[in-house]
């Protein structure tokens, strides 16, 4: 295919693309887990390879004040997402720094955290000072609640949001920008305001209310039947990409 049909393949697929309500976004996982057959781990890993991927195609070590990245990670599956993209990040020439406080007995999480803290990233719980991140970090990376996330957020998270809220550092979130409404976006002045969100699978609602921030899709693994039912219209990944950038 020739570049400009190639290009206008793309712009025609992002013009066309639905994006997920809540509900549709579960369903589309659920299906995944039980009528495709994918397990946790194996759908964990792609999506958080592909953060990786796409948060280094957006910021290149090189580009930033610092190599350093903060990745906070929740007790769900977007926190394990956080966990992977770590572990591909550190072996990009970043150097991550993970802040995981609510931790799962789940083997899965158990293992990922392991794998990260055997590879030299330091997995803490104790919630970073502003202005130690303020100095320290180039990024930082949001993987705190994902989808399913109803508001408000929880008490024991408030301090770390208050940090995303306050923080001059470019942000990049997993999926959905932590503390948005998944459909309705952000809902107060004082929500975080990521420079990049990274949608896995398909795009949700919330990602419409993004401003003047880049916006990637990952996961490279929906199967065209789920696709179609959902009328996602995603766009075409390009070669070996595991993104496509979206704005």
């Not at 766009?235 to 979206?246: H, I, K, N």
């Amino acid at each position: 295919m020739e570049l400009n049909d190639r290009l206008g393949h793309i712009i025609y697929s992002l013009y066309r693309m639905r994006y997920l309500n809540q509900q549709e976004a579960i369903s589309v996982d659920e299906e995944l887990f039980n009528e495709y057959k994918f397990s946790v781990d194996q759908l964990m890993e792609l999506a958080g390879l592909s953060c990786a991927h796409a948060i280094a195609d957006a910021y290149a070590p090189d580009s930033l004040k610092s190599n350093k990245v903060l990745i906070c990670c929740g007790p769900g599956n977007n926190g394990g997402d956080g966990l992977v993209a770590a572990r591909h990040l550190s072996l990009m020439n970043y150097a991550p720094y993970v802040y995981y406080p609510k931790r799962t007995e789940k083997e899965l999480f158990k293992n990922l955290q392991h794998q990260a803290e055997v590879m030299g990233i330091t997995v803490s719980t104790e919630c970073p000072a502003a202005a130690w991140v303020e100095t320290e970090f180039g990024l930082i990376v949001d993987a705190l609640f994902g989808f399913s996330f109803k508001p408000p957020v929880r008490d024991s998270f408030m301090p770390i949001m208050e940090v995303l809220q306050q923080s001059q550092i470019p942000i990049a979130s997993i999926d959905i920008p932590s503390g948005w409404n998944v459909e309705l976006g952000p809902q107060t002045k004082s929500d975080i305001k990521p420079a990049c969100l990274i949608s896995l699978t398909a795009p949700k609602m919330c990602a419409q209310h993004l401003l003047n921030a880049k916006h990637y899709l990952g996961g490279r693994f929906v199967p065209k039947k789920l696709e179609e039912k959902y009328s996602m219209e995603l766009p075409v990944y390009q070669g070996r990409d595991l993104f496509v950038r979206l704005s």
